[in-house]
């Protein structure tokens, strides 16, 4: 079993930067597609972005290209969201995810190792 916790939701406003950080723990040495997704109140859980397992493919929602950044440090088990110039529209609760294998899909439900959430809440 894999488990995952996800740190570093917060209050900032708008403009500003967050790290979310994704660690996992348990057994951990598979080859693993890992991804971000986030709800926002009264809206479907979406995608946000994904990442392969040698980090070497990212893939980006149309709404974060070029303000969002995945990574992952496979030493540290762990995956990363870095937040940029961040938007009151991005407010929501953030989730990882991750798939066993190569392919990286935007599905949520192609994913089956899920984190508890972390809340990001931007202010204008």
């Known amino acids: 079993q894999v488990q995952l916790v996800e740190s570093g939701g917060g209050l900032v406003q708008a403009g500003g930067s967050l790290r979310l950080s994704c660690a996992a723990s348990g057994r951990t040495g598979s080859t693993r597609a890992m991804a971000w997704f986030r709800q926002a109140p009264g809206k479907e859980r979406e995608f946000v972005a994904a990442i392969s397992w040698s980090g070497e493919l990212t893939y980006y929602a149309d709404s974060v290209k070029g303000r969002f950044t995945i990574s992952r440090d496979n030493a540290k088990n762990t995956v990363y969201l870095q937040m940029n110039s961040l938007k009151p529209e991005d407010t929501a609760v953030y989730y990882c995810?991750?798939?066993?294998?190569?392919?990286?899909?935007?599905?949520?439900?192609?994913?089956?190792?899920w984190g508890q959430g972390t809340q990001v809440t931007v202010s204008s």
């Open positions: 995810a991750g798939r066993l294998g190569l392919w990286v899909p935007e599905i949520q439900n192609e994913y089956d190792i």
